[in-house]
């Protein structure tokens, strides 16, 4: 099953949520700001899809311009990239859906269907 962190308030995750459901597509919704994933958690994922550490980041978000990780993130070690991730949901991008090897941030219509139907 699919795990899919969200924003329950976030439209993009409403639209990647309604997509799955009128697809038949199984998935357990969590909230990020709630249930954020462990440091182990994320250390999993990034082994098991292959997924760049960074690109787990909102760059876009609120969260990360105020702390300055534009200019400070490409320097930080992996561990502190993971301390800040479990830090604060709100730094995650969302939403986070993965299912073992397979992984999607944001919504993509076309990047859902190719790795989800």
């Given at each position: 099953m699919i795990k899919f962190y969200q924003l329950p308030n976030c439209s993009t995750c409403r639209t990647a949520a309604k997509f799955l459901k009128d697809n038949g597509v199984s998935f357990e919704p969590i909230s990020i700001v709630e249930h954020t994933p462990t440091a182990k958690e994320f250390k999993a994922i990034i082994d098991q899809t292959g997924v760049?550490?960074?690109?787990?980041?909102?760059?876009?978000?609120t969260k990360f311009k105020s702390l300055g990780l534009k200019e400070k993130l490409s320097t930080l070690p992996e561990d502190e990239k993971l301390e800040l991730?479990?830090?604060?949901?709100?730094?995650?991008?969302?939403?986070?859906?993965?299912?073992?090897?397979?992984?999607?941030?944001?919504?993509?219509?076309?990047?859902?269907?190719?790795?989800?139907l």
């Open positions: 760049a550490i960074d690109k787990l980041f909102n760059a876009n978000g991730l479990t830090s604060d949901g709100m730094l995650v991008k969302r939403p986070l859906a993965v299912n073992g090897s397979a992984i999607t941030l944001g919504f993509k219509e076309d990047e859902y269907r190719k790795t989800w």
